[in-house]
C-alpha cells in the first residue's frame, strides 16, 4: 500500500499528530498536508446536488399523495354504506322480517305540533319541510310529498312505524328553522350536526316522542333518478328517504342484530346534518330496502368514483 493510500485510511486525529516535516520530498509533503488540512463536510457544489435531488423527490411525494385525505375519508364512507346496508338487511333476517324502526324523519320543526307530542303523543307532519340542516347537495336529491294510506302501510308491514321530528318549542335552546344551525355552531350548549333529532333531554331538537307515520304525513322522497339508487330501467318507484340517526332501533344493543356505531358523513359543513340516508320502496304492499345514500345525496358507486379520482363529490 503506497504513503499516500495509508494516509487517506487514517483518522483526522492521527493525520494531525504527524509532523510535516517528517515527510520526505516536498511533492509528497505538499500532498500530505492537503489531506491532512480538508474540512470535512459537503462542498456547496455536493449540497446543492443534494437539495436538487431533496426538491425533485418531494414533488413526486406530493403528486403522488395529494388529495390523500380526501380519498381516506370517501373510502371510509364507502365502508360505513356498505356496514349500514348488510346491517339492515341482517337485521331484518334476524328480527322476524321487520326493518329497523325511529328514523330520522329529516323533516323542519314540528312546530305547534311539538307542543302536543309532549301532551297525547301525536305529531302532525303534515306541511312540512326539508330541516334547515339538510346540505344543499342532500336536498337536490329529496323532495317533500305526503304518504298514502297504502304507503303508510307497505312500512308498517315491515315494523316501521314511527320517525323523529323537530321541536321548535325547545327553551333551552333555539330550534327554529332560522337559528339550528347557529345552535348547532354554538359551544355553550350541546347540540351537534349529530344529535339534532334527538330528545331535548339527549341535547337535540328532537320532540319528546316519536311521530307514529299516518296518512297524509309529510316525508322526504327521493327524487334523483331511480336508476341511480339501484332501480330498474324505466322504473320509477316511489323511494322514502330516512335518516338513521341514533335512535334508529338499528342501533339499539337491547335488540338482536343492531349495530353498535352510527356511522358519521364527513364531507358536509360543521352545521349540516351529517348522518346516512336510507331509501325504501313503498310502491307494494311491503316496504323493501333500496338504498344508501351519503349526505351529499351521492349512492356508494358515486361515493367510489371519489376515491379512484374519477369524479368529485365534495
Not at 127 to 155: C, H, K, P, Y
Not at 184 to 195: M, P, R
Amino acid at each position: 500500500m503506497s504513503f499516500l493510500s495509508k494516509l487517506r485510511g487514517m483518522s483526522r486525529a492521527d493525520l494531525q499528530s504527524i509532523d510535516a516535516s517528517a515527510v520526505k520530498g516536498r511533492a509528497l509533503r505538499r500532498r500530505f498536508e492537503s489531506i491532512r488540512n480538508k474540512q470535512g463536510g459537503f462542498t456547496l457544489l455536493e449540497l446543492l446536488v443534494v437539495v436538487a435531488i431533496l426538491a425533485a423527490i418531494a414533488g413526486t411525494a406530493t403528486i403522488m399523495l395529494q388529495d390523500t385525505d380526501r380519498k381516506g375519508a370517501a373510502a371510509a364512507h364507502v365502508a360505513m354504506m356498505d356496514e349500514l346496508s348488510k346491517g339492515i338487511q341482517t337485521f331484518r333476517v334476524l328480527n322476524h322480517g321487520r326493518y329497523p324502526d325511529v328514523w330520522d324523519s329529516l323533516l323542519g320543526d314540528a312546530g305547534v305540533g311539538a307542543t302536543a307530542a309532549a301532551q297525547d303523543g301525536t305529531v302532525t307532519a303534515t306541511g312540512l319541510g326539508l330541516s334547515a340542516t339538510i346540505s344543499d347537495d342532500l336536498a337536490f336529491n329529496l323532495e317533500t310529498r305526503e304518504l298514502t294510506e297504502a304507503q303508510v302501510a307497505s312500512l308498517n308491514t315491515v315494523g316501521i312505524t314511527s320517525v323523529r321530528l323537530l321541536d321548535t318549542t325547545i327553551t333551552d335552546y333555539s330550534c327554529t328553522d332560522a337559528d339550528i344551525r347557529a345552535t348547532i355552531a354554538d359551544k355553550g350548549n350541546d347540540v351537534t350536526a349529530q344529535n339534532i333529532f334527538r330528545s331535548n333531554a339527549a341535547n337535540g331538537c328532537g320532540a319528546n316522542t316519536n311521530h307514529a307515520l299516518a296518512d297524509g304525513d309529510v316525508v322526504a322522497f327521493w327524487a334523483g333518478s331511480p336508476e341511480r339508487v339501484g332501480a330498474q330501467l324505466g322504473a320509477n318507484p316511489a323511494l322514502v328517504a330516512f335518516g338513521a340517526g341514533a335512535d334508529s332501533t338499528l342501533f339499539d344493543p337491547s335488540i338482536i342484530g343492531a349495530l353498535s356505531n352510527v356511522p358519521v358523513y364527513r364531507h358536509v359543513e360543521a352545521d349540516e346534518y351529517n348522518r346516512f340516508v336510507v331509501l325504501f320502496n313503498v310502491d307494494s304492499g311491503e316496504a323493501s330496502f333500496q338504498a344508501i345514500i351519503d349526505g351529499a345525496g351521492d349512492t356508494k358507486d358515486e361515493e367510489l368514483g371519489e376515491v379512484d379520482n374519477v369524479r368529485t363529490t365534495l
